[in-house]
């Protein structure tokens, strides 16, 4: 089998990846939906994989995955790399799961991830009512992430937030050290969210990137009578091309609030200094910028080893992200807590996809399938659905 062909397009909010073959089989994967203008960068990767064996994954993997880099620019080697897998399942009949070491669960958890609803406000009344919505919604989410800090509006809702410039630019660009108002408005709204949630629904906090590492432990330790599950990308984090471990595990290694980062950072390598540290209680890669599923099997593993727990993250990597998602958790070992659900936007994603099942998520679990590859493909509906000028991308 070689591959014959590489093709991108936006279906809807998200990139989505084709690899053709000469048997007559194509693989998909899936960039996140924020992530529009990759299309032509999926591209440049073309013409160093045409007439590779695409079942040969890592042979092929090695010719591209140097050329990739912290979000954003490992989307497209990552959805290629999950493609692939796609092909090489449906090539032996069997799930991906299977080819990536076997499931170890039937089932895996998930938490919210993508499924959120608008706040009014950044008052701890307002972060109440939200969690509320959340803890409410039909996936019975046993765990819920809500945003706060510097990954919330916060910084330019909440007078005299902190001691900094506000830059209103998207990619949650501020950083700076709190005011004493700041930071008790900080704990203030979690209170409130605990309060909802008690402790029957576990409550992660996405805080950042922003926090100086003085702020970063003043929180965690203030938060440790809530039991909070963790504290995500305090120091770098989001769209943060760099890790800075030891702030990490300063921060760490200070408190017995878990502290979590990862979603942006770039192949295994980049997690080295995470792990062998100790700077961090969870790791937290997306399958959809870390290099794929098979790179995201591996760096779970070389944390189990350290003692190191997985959270995936995945909240806008869509239906083919999360067929991915559910292909590979079901293989991860027991340091595995949940990942990020993501969801089809807009809604008529879900008619143009088989495969998944209905309802998807069931008391916080979604159930894994054993259909070949990723399990999900594309049906007939999907061609009214093509942008302009990619008319011809499922042909």
Not at 130 to 151: D, P, R, T, W, Y
Request: glycine letters at 10%; aromatic letters at 10%.
């Amino acid at each position: 089998m070689k591959i014959t062909d590489l093709k991108a397009t936006v279906i809807g909010q998200n990139p989505v990846v084709r690899v053709v073959t000469d048997e007559g089989i194509s693989g998909y994967g899936e960039v996140e939906a924020y992530k529009p203008y990759l299309v032509p960068h999926i591209m440049f990767y073309k013409d160093l994989i045409l007439g590779a064996d695409p079942t040969n994954v890592e042979s092929v993997m090695l010719r591209i995955r140097r050329m990739g880099s912290f979000k954003p620019w490992g989307s497209a080697v990552s959805a290629i790399e999950m493609a692939l897998w796609d092909i090489a399942g449906k090539a032996a009949g069997l799930p991906a799961y299977k080819l990536l070491g076997g499931k170890i669960r039937d089932r895996v958890r998930v938490y919210n991830g993508a499924v959120r609803f608008p706040m009014s406000g950044q008052t701890p009344d307002d972060y109440a009512e939200n969690v509320a919505q959340m803890k409410a919604s039909k996936e019975n989410f046993c765990l819920i992430k809500q945003g706060i800090g510097f990954h919330s509006a916060m910084p330019s809702q909440v007078p005299n937030f902190f001691y900094s410039d506000l830059h209103r630019a998207g990619r949650h660009p501020n950083r700076g050290l709190l005011t004493e108002q700041g930071l008790k408005h900080v704990i203030a709204c979690v209170e409130a969210m605990k309060g909802v949630l008690g402790d029957e629904v576990g409550l992660a906090l996405d805080c950042g990137p922003g926090w100086t590492v003085p702020d970063a432990i003043k929180l965690a330790k203030a938060l440790e009578p809530l039991n909070v599950m963790w504290l995500e990308d305090m120091v770098t984090g989001d769209y943060t091309p760099y890790v800075l471990a030891d702030l990490y595990r300063e921060v760490t290694r200070s408190t017995s609030t878990m502290i979590h980062t990862g979603e942006q950072i770039y192949l295994r390598q980049n997690f080295v200094d995470l792990i062998e540290k100790h700077a961090v209680n969870v790791i937290g890669p997306d399958p959809a910028d870390v290099g794929g599923i098979a790179e995201l099997k591996w760096i779970a593993e070389y944390a189990d080893l350290h003692g190191i727990l997985m959270a995936p993250h995945g909240t806008g990597d869509g239906l083919i992200g999360l067929a991915a998602l559910v292909q590979v958790a079901a293989t991860m070992p027991e340091n595995y807590i949940a990942f990020e659900y993501p969801v089809g936007k807009p809604d008529w994603w879900y008619e143009i996809v088989d495969g998944l099942p209905d309802p998807i998520v069931k008391d916080s679990f979604i159930d894994v399938w054993d259909t070949p590859g990723l399990g999900v493909t594309f049906n007939e509906k999907a061609r009214d659905y093509l942008p302009e000028g990619d008319e011809d991308f499922f042909d």
